[in-house]
């Protein structure tokens, strides 16, 4: 199975049936099999930080829903994981390709990318990173456990050692 | 789409935001509300503190969002209680709203052209168009200025099987009342009302 038939596995199997996404380019075709699922409704936001309250409203009525986006997308929900998710104790599952790392020409990518582990520690919100492909089964379903059983937010980290990444100095 | 939507009542006047809240928990008593930080939600507590009010502690310029989310687990009327500043903040997720349109969503803007959590500041309320922004971003809106134009706009937004905004042009105010501190015991309320767990 490739990673992307993995993940929407994990996510099926822990009863994920809401995906609110901004595209990145190593994710989208992990956005594009969402939508392509019936198992799934999506819903594109304009800025990460209202997937938080999109996903912990549908939470409250009954729902299970995860964030799909890139690493500097993340930085944009900080406001909301630290002084909504976090305080409330509302669940929050967001599955991140994680830029700044092996591979990344953009230095743009770099300050929140490379140090996006640390800056969830910091808000208290726990993490993971994944680097095998063959991991991305278990991990999701694992992350999604963690945040919803314990009903705190977790963030996936999904490497460019899974996902590829752009390749712009050759 | 102005003309038969158009509830304008006139340039002058504000309307008092403890009656209109109280009118939406009369219009629709089974509405789940989400309120803005500070003052709606203050407003709210005071009229009624409800199993089914979501009132937030912070996430400025994610209430909306809120709503939007709970429009799309349950049946029953949703309504949020926007602030001006707030959605000065996030005007974005109009396009949201207005791409998704969940028919059980109701925002209401409370627009009293200040910060009032923040010690009353002014905002760019004064120049910005919030029924012109939300009804380009697909979004039907009105704007009101009386109790009376405010709880009419209401109704007929709550009959309608689409997403709508309602400007609501209020006096500031600074109440004593506040929601639980607790706000773990917020969201468990809401939850098992909403969900049963």
């Keep these: 199975m490739t ?21 990145d380019t190593t994710i989208s075709p992990l956005i594009e099999a969402t939508q392509d699922d019936d198992a799934f409704e999506t819903v594109l936001v304009t800025r990460e930080e209202a997937a938080v309250g999109v996903l912990s409203g549908a939470w409250l009525g009954g729902r299970r829903g995860a964030l799909l986006c890139q ?3 993340l930085a944009n929900t900080f406001n909301a994981l630290a002084s909504l998710s976090v305080p409330a104790r509302l669940p929050f599952l967001g599955i991140v390709t994680r830029r700044g790392d092996l591979g990344e020409f953009n230095l743009a ?62 | 789409m102005t003309g038969e939507d158009e509830r304008d009542d006139g340039d002058e006047g504000r309307a008092d935001q403890f009656v209109c809240t109280a009118a939406v928990l009369d ?21 009624a503190d409800r199993e089914r009010n979501f009132y937030q502690w912070g996430s ?34 109009l396009s949201t709203l207005g791409a998704v349109d969940p028919p059980n969503l109701t925002v209401v803007v409370w627009d009293n052209a200040i ?19 939300a009804e380009s971003c697909g979004v039907p809106a009105t704007r009101v200025r009386s109790e009376d134009a405010f709880e009419d706009a209401y109704r007929a937004a709550t009959e309608r099987d689409r997403t709508e905004l309602i400007v609501c042009a209020v006096e500031p105010v600074d109440p004593d009342t506040r929601p639980p501190f607790d706000f773990a015991h917020i969201k468990r309320r809401v939850r098992e009302e909403l969900a049963g767990e």
């Design chain 2, 27 to 47: 219009v629709t008593p089974d509405v789940v509300a989400v309120s803005n930080l500070g003052v709606a939600s203050y407003v709210l507590a005071g009229v």
């Design chain 1, 71 to 73: 690493s500097s997308g």
């Design chain 2, 115 to 133: 910060y009032g959590t923040t010690g009353g500041q002014p905002n760019h309320s004064a120049s910005t168009d919030f029924v012109g922004v």
């Design chain 1, 3 to 23: 990673w992307i038939d993995q993940a929407i596995d994990g996510l099926k199997r822990t009863n994920i049936e809401l995906i609110a996404y901004l595209p």
């Design chain 2, 60 to 93: 400025m310029g994610v209430t909306t969002p809120t709503g939007l989310g709970l429009a799309l687990a349950v049946d029953d009327p949703v309504v949020v209680f926007e602030g001006d500043g707030s959605l000065l903040m996030s005007l974005g997720v």
């Design chain 1, 109 to 170: 990518q770099v300050p929140a990318g490379y140090n996006m582990p640390g800056l969830l520690d910091e808000l208290s919100v726990r993490n993971h990173s994944v680097h095998d492909a063959e991991d991305v089964d278990d991990r999701v379903e694992m992350a999604a456990e963690s945040a919803f059983s314990t009903e705190t937010p977790y963030v996936l980290l999904l490497e460019t050692t899974v996902t590829g990444y752009k390749e712009e100095s050759k």
